[in-house]
């Protein structure tokens, strides 16, 4: 494990996940059933990363707005409902109104509580964007008074200077505006620094469009690409840039052990890059146009998970999707062993992936994966909040703790 590894998630009062604190290992392996809440942590998880990008505020308003995407059930559940006695009932709110999102490492773990802005006279035509309330970086897995060096409440920040003591810049924050973007001086405050580029670095990955309009599929103008574009717009120039940057002998394996036999070839005139795979007992190698959406996805996948410049986390959501139950092995393979060279966060309904991932042949071996850098958890429902299978309460999950408002 590296020393900067997220070893804990947290989300509290987003849609579904109302109270949730999740372990991650060098591979984190996310399950279960439809609906019970995995998309919604891939989409927590995506606006987080957004905080650093300062693109929060407009991330929840495509989602409707924070009314849209907070918790939509009670504050607590009396005794009486959660055996079954009593329907489900509003009760009156003793806590604020708040969307919390945080992760935590084994140097620096920061967190974010977004809630409803008060109400202006006359009104304001943004008066339904987010307000950030509290921001806190921390040094350590968990946040306490010692750990803390640099927190913003409303508009005020304060940050903890070599000496221990609190330094309080003079320009205040506006409501929408996150601590990571607008605070800037590496010298004066470091940790913010690195926060911030570790959020900047997290990589997602859903749904690779393979329809016959596809961009995969076309032949596009090319340049070294060592991160595939979330459409997969730049294919071919991503997987040749594999190639090209020392990961040559991986793309070959991860392609034959999907298609025996098969070679995938790169082609390109005047800058312009296409894909093709070269199959035994084939004449000419067929066309990116030409592939199936399985084998096409696949290579989508490829090209994701060997990219040559790796992110420090990379959070991929159902890539079973759409590929053939005799690829999940082959993908299952390419997932570990991009494990092995950065942390990997999988969300699945699938549970031929699962057990693949769980096989001796992808982890466990000396060369590959370490079984106990393994962390699968199960998602289920509990009167309509997402919670972990076998968690029995509070002191079965990792230690997390908010900033008070």
Do not use: C
């Not at 849209?68 to 079954?84: D, F, I, M």
């Not at 599929?217 to 594999?242: F, I, K, M, N, Y």
């Not at 592939?291 to 986390?313: H, K």
């Amino acid at each position: 494990m590296t020393e900067d590894q997220i070893r804990t998630v947290a989300v509290e009062g987003y849609r579904s996940l109302r109270q949730l604190v999740l372990p991650l290992g060098r591979l984190t392996v996310v399950t279960g059933a439809n609906g019970v809440g995995k998309s919604s942590l891939y989409r927590a998880l995506r606006l987080l990363a957004e905080v650093a990008l300062g693109g929060a505020v407009g991330a929840l308003a495509r989602e409707g707005g924070l009314q849209s995407t907070l918790w939509a059930g009670p504050e607590v559940h009396g005794r009486a409902v959660r055996e079954g006695r009593a329907p489900v009932q509003g009760t009156m709110r003793t806590g604020p109104v708040a969307l919390r999102l945080g992760f935590a490492g084994d140097d620096l773990g920061y967190a974010i509580d977004l809630g409803l802005p008060l109400p202006q006279r006359p009104p304001d035509p943004f008066g339904r964007d987010p307000e950030i309330k509290v921001e806190s970086v921390w040094a350590g897995q968990v946040l306490r008074p010692g750990t803390l060096v640099a927190e913003r409440r409303g508009p005020a920040v304060r940050l903890r200077n070599p000496d221990g003591q609190w330094d309080v810049p003079t320009a205040s924050l506006r409501s929408f505006d996150s601590l990571l973007t607008e605070v800037v001086d590496p010298a004066g405050a470091p940790e913010l620094v690195a926060v911030r580029e570790r959020l900047r670095s997290w990589r997602f990955y859903d749904q690779f469009r393979t329809d016959p309009g596809a961009p995969a599929r076309a032949v596009q103008v090319g340049t070294r690409t060592p991160v595939l574009a979330h459409d997969g717009s730049d294919l071919a120039a991503a997987l040749e840039t594999v190639r090209d940057l020392g990961r040559g002998d991986e793309l070959d394996e991860a392609v034959a052990r999907a298609f025996p036999g098969a070679r995938l070839e790169v082609t390109y005139d005047d800058g312009r890059f296409e894909v093709t795979l070269r199959q035994h007992g084939l004449l000419r190698p067929l066309r990116a146009a030409e592939l199936s959406d399985g084998t096409l996805r696949y290579l989508l996948w490829v090209a994701a998970l060997l990219s040559p410049r790796p992110p420090r986390l990379l959070v991929i959501n159902e890539p079973e999707t759409s590929l053939h139950p005799e690829l999940v092995p082959a993908l299952a393979a390419l997932v570990a062993h991009a494990a092995t060279v950065t942390q990997v966060l999988v969300v699945t309904h699938s549970r031929p992936l699962v057990e693949a991932l769980g096989a001796p042949d992808v982890v466990g071996r000396r060369g590959m994966l370490p079984e106990e850098e393994v962390v699968r958890l199960e998602l289920v429902k509990d009167l309509g909040a997402t919670v972990v299978a076998g968690r029995e309460g509070l002191l079965d999950q990792p230690a997390w703790h908010w900033a008070r408002r």
